[in-house]
């Protein structure tokens, strides 16, 4: 069965495994490798942690949960999913905005980073260790961005392998490619931190990471945790939701959420292992933000026996967690060309792909210098657009509507019409109708800055 028509029988999981892998494969991508350890080493270390783990249990979780009932429960793309579920039209904002927001924006730039990976995997093996021997990462991701052709060429390879996952549709694309990469995903992250902890003077790094230092706690701490929250778990873009379209009746919302959020932080937490102590034994500062990937760690893994393999492990490792996420970004916009359009999977897949190319070649393009938006790189304006403004608005319209608009049929969903037993049904409820919109309301407004 392709799922290809409106018409046809709908596609699902194969197996409940498969579907927690797929999940997480979503969550689990640049945001936990990538972007969750400069976080803490730019707030402060274990203090961020702390906090970033009460906000994705008592906030990402329940609205993960939330997304994923109104996906089984609809059956359709997010765009169709509020008019399937006979509730006013205006909800149907929250699909439309993910759509677009997740589906096209995100995944545009997304796919941009995805090309670095693909780069550094190849640059491991042929002299980055030998440009970071001479400490020159700085100047050699540098001059790399600012060749627009060459970051265009690693985007459209990028973007080329999701569509060969995604083309085969949900059970035999998307399930069967997350079986396999996250496993090794893991195994590679085992892999790098028992070599980042026996380090000789590793100590250190364990120590920043994990002895909380609450003096370090600004409103930012919270503001980037929060953000930092939905964006690792992929809510808010409509992503969880359908995925939740495509789990059958049978299947129990809260324990798959919780594996899904629990994979996902596990994974964030490991690779604060795996980096932490070698940057601090390498000698080398936490705090180098976004660079620390991509500028910081060639410098310490070119100071490491075998280093050329570890690099090119951790720019695997990185890979894989980014085809994942870009799987499922993909999907969105696939689905919603299917069932809005009727359009076969295959055409979907490369209409909405060509369409997304074209979007991130500004963003490929702006590292090089000019193409600004008010003053910001066209890459750093749509990521913030995405992260700061939609991804917060779609979680908070998500919660107003689950926990004041359509409560009943949600508890219905989350407990199987009430086959299964959920223990923490009354706090769930508190966090969505509360917790989470007050939250996501408060932490918006006091953090939208240009
Ligand atoms: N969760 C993914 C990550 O951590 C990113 C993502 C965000 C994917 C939103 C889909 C939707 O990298």
């Known amino acids: 069965m392709s799922g290809s028509e409106g018409s046809a029988k709908r596609e699902q999981w194969g197996s409940r495994i498969g579907f927690i892998m797929a999940a997480a494969g979503s969550a689990i991508g640049l945001g936990n490798i990538w972007r969750f350890p400069y976080l803490v080493g730019k707030d402060g270390g274990a203090a961020f942690v702390v906090i ?6 008592f906030i990402g979780f329940p609205v993960m949960m939330a997304e994923f ?20 039209p205006f909800w149907s904002l929250i699909g439309w905005m993910g759509t677009i927001a997740g589906g096209f924006f995100t995944l545009s730039f997304y796919n941009v980073v995805g090309g670095w990976t693909i780069k550094y995997i190849i640059a491991s093996l042929t002299g980055l260790m030998e440009v970071a021997d001479v400490g020159k990462t700085g100047e050699f991701f540098g001059e790399f961005v600012v060749r627009s052709y060459e970051v265009v060429f690693y985007q459209i390879l990028f973007m080329l392998i999701t569509m060969g996952v995604v083309v085969g549709g949900i059970s035999k694309g ?7 990469l996250m496993p090794t995903l893991f195994v590679i992250m085992l892999i790098l931190i028992v070599r980042s902890v026996t380090l000789p003077g590793a100590g250190a790094g364990l120590k920043f ?7 370090k706690v600004t409103g930012e701490t919270f503001l980037d945790a929060l953000g930092q929250s939905f964006f690792s778990l992929s809510l808010g873009l409509g992503i969880m939701l359908t995925y939740g379209s495509y789990i059958g009746k049978e299947e129990r919302i809260p ?6 959020a629990g994979l996902d932080t596990l994974i964030a937490l490991l690779a604060g292992l795996a980096i ?14 976004a660079g620390l990937s991509f500028i910081t760690l060639p410098a310490v893994f070119a100071k490491m026996p075998a280093g050329m393999i570890f690099s090119c492990l951790f720019f695997l490792l990185l890979f894989f967690a980014a085809v994942t996420s870009a799987m499922s970004l993909l999907e969105v916009a696939v689905t919603f060309a299917i069932e809005k359009f009727h359009m076969t999977r295959k055409k979907a897949v490369c209409v909405m792909s060509v369409i997304i190319i074209l979007l991130g070649i500004p963003s490929a393009m702006s590292l090089a210098g000019d193409l600004k938006i008010y003053g910001k790189d066209f890459m750093d304006a749509i990521e913030y657009i995405c992260n700061n403004v939609l991804l917060p608005i779609g979680s908070f319209l998500a919660s107003i509507f689950v926990g004041w608009f359509w409560l009943k049929p ?11 037993q959920f223990r923490w049904l009354n706090t769930w409820i508190w966090c969505v109708r509360f917790v989470s919109p007050i939250a996501i309301a408060y932490i918006f407004y006091a953090g939208l800055t240009w």
């Open 52 to 57: 970033y783990l009460i906000i994705t249990v």
């Open 69 to 88: 009932a109104i996906g089984r429960a609809a059956q359709k793309a997010p765009v169709l999913a509020f008019r399937a579920l006979g509730v006013n």
């Open 174 to 180: 998307i399930e069967r490619a997350c079986k396999v």
């Open 209 to 215: 990471y994990l002895h909380p230092d609450f003096t």
């Open 255 to 260: 324990s798959s959420s919780a594996w899904t």
């Open 276 to 289: 932490f102590p070698a940057v601090f034994a390498m000698g080398f500062e936490p705090g180098s933000g």
């Open 410 to 420: 949600a508890i219905k969903e989350i407990t199987n019409d009430g086959q299964v």
